[in-house]
């Protein structure tokens, strides 16, 4: 199985400045590897499909990069709404895993 | 639009058994590759089943054996069974549409306790 760390858990940042988040997998899955928003009492929403597709209709603020083991999701200028807590997930081999999450927090 | 509506959740108590349903609707579920994730009480997602177009299914190792998914084209529903219920298995389960992922339905929450 694939494990998929995230760092950190927690982000604290304010709105406007610059948010950069890391997964990490423990062998490569290439390009496989998705980023999805999870806000309180709702489902997850994909942001990032294939490392650096953004899915439909997501701001340009946020882009996604890396490849084989190491990737990143940043966000250029936080907005209020950003605040939630993010996940990567590798499909690149079954099963199908998620990192721990990260909690990106208003400072 | 797509959508995707879970239900059939509730409380259980341990080994007894319950069956979700996911309505879809936008789309077809005999087309797409559809999934299952769940999310324990305050913890992370964790990926439970998918069922592929061309009807392949995969299960997490934490199921296997004790849940199986299925889908009704004539319904458009995908439908997880989960049998052997136990205390760990206590989430909301969350359908999803596609390899990426990309719709989700509002989820239902399943609990398994005496």
């Known amino acids: 199985e694939i494990v998929l760390t995230q760092s950190p858990a927690t982000l604290s940042l304010s709105p406007g400045e610059r948010a950069t988040l890391s997964c990490r997998a423990s062998?490569?899955?290439?390009?496989?590897l998705a980023w999805y928003q999870q806000k309180p009492g709702q489902a997850p929403r994909l942001l990032i499909y294939?490392?650096?597709n953004r899915a439909t209709g997501l701001p340009a603020r946020f882009s996604g990069s890396g490849s084989g083991t190491d990737f990143t999701l940043t966000i250029s200028s936080l907005e209020t709404e950003d605040f939630a807590v993010y996940y990567c997930?590798?499909?690149?081999?079954?099963?199908?895993?998620f990192g721990q999450g990260t909690r990106l927090e208003i400072k | 639009e797509v959508q995707l509506v879970e239900s059939g959740g509730g409380l259980i108590q341990p080994g007894g058994s319950l069956r979700l349903s996911c309505a879809a609707s936008?789309?077809?579920?005999?087309?797409?590759?559809m999934s299952w994730v769940r999310q324990a009480p305050g913890k992370g997602l964790e990926w439970v089943s998918v069922?592929?177009?061309?009807?392949?299914?995969f299960y997490a190792d934490s199921v296997k054996g004790r849940f199986t998914i299925s889908r009704d084209s004539s319904k458009n529903t995908v439908y997880l069974q989960m049998n052997s219920l136990r205390a760990e298995d206590t989430a909301m389960y969350y359908c999803?549409?596609?390899?990426?992922?990309?719709?989700w339905g509002q989820g239902t929450l399943v609990s398994v306790s005496s």
């Open positions: 294939d490392t650096s």
């Open positions: 062998q490569s899955v290439t390009k496989y």
């Open positions: 999803a549409r596609g390899p990426n992922s990309d719709s």
């Open positions: 997930q590798q499909r690149s081999s079954w099963p199908i895993t």
């Open positions: 936008g789309f077809s579920v005999s087309g797409d590759y």
């Open positions: 069922i592929h177009a061309g009807g392949s299914t």
